[in-house]
């Protein structure tokens, strides 16, 4: 039973498609128990924008979960505008964390990197980002906060 009124728009919905199964059906299941609207950003993305993407310091890597379909960003509404606001995509990660768990697909959270398994931790989404922050804090390195980006566990 839905705990909202939210709803993927047909450009998220698009932006779903050629995404693997599985995390397709965790994303409509967190949209309609989160408490925070969110649309579907990205999904599958060409080799040639992760390279753009690389270059300009949005992403890290070449070996993007995007390039094969198992990954997706998550854009927080509040009302019909888009946030950044950390503090959003903490509910939002609940929400995915909650699905991922009732249709048993292990995702890993771009806010909170030390954690491969956000799925099976015991950590909340704000937890699991201070674990990632001290983490870092402790290792002497920055982190790349990726709050919008969940992705499928590699193996799953």
């Given at each position: 039973?839905?705990?909202?009124?939210?709803?993927?728009?047909?450009?998220?919905?698009?932006?779903?498609?050629?995404?693997?199964?599985?995390?397709?059906?965790?994303?409509?299941?967190?949209?309609?128990?989160?408490?925070?609207?969110?649309?579907?950003?990205?999904?599958?993305?060409?080799?040639?924008?992760?390279?753009?993407?690389?270059?300009?310091?949005?992403?890290?890597?070449?070996?993007?979960?995007?390039?094969?379909?198992?990954?997706?960003?998550?854009?927080a509404y509040?009302?019909?505008?888009?946030?950044w606001e950390?503090?959003?995509?903490?509910?939002?990660?609940?929400?995915?964390?909650?699905?991922?768990?009732?249709?048993?697909?292990?995702?890993?959270?771009?806010?909170?990197?030390?954690?491969?398994?956000?799925?099976?931790?015991?950590?909340?989404?704000?937890?699991?980002?201070?674990?990632?922050?001290?983490?870092?804090?402790?290792?002497?390195?920055?982190?790349?906060?990726?709050?919008?980006?969940?992705?499928?566990?590699?193996?799953?």
């Amino acid at each position: 039973m839905p705990c909202n009124n939210f709803k993927l728009s047909s450009r998220s919905l698009g932006n779903l498609e050629g995404v693997y199964g599985p995390l397709v059906q965790v994303v409509h299941r967190a949209i309609e128990i989160t408490e925070i609207d969110f649309g579907v950003i990205e999904g599958v993305r060409s080799l040639e924008t992760q390279k753009e993407y690389v270059e300009a310091g949005v992403s890290q890597t070449m070996k993007s979960r995007h390039i094969t379909g198992h990954a997706v960003d998550l854009l927080a509404y509040l009302g019909s505008r888009g946030s950044w606001e950390m503090s959003l995509y903490f509910k939002i990660a609940d929400a995915m964390k909650k699905a991922s768990l009732d249709l048993c697909v292990d995702i890993r959270w771009g806010g909170a990197w030390t954690v491969d398994n956000f799925t099976n931790s015991i950590y909340t989404g704000k937890e699991a980002h201070t674990s990632y922050l001290e983490v870092c804090s402790y290792q002497g390195r920055r982190p790349f906060i990726d709050g919008p980006h969940f992705e499928v566990v590699r193996n799953a």
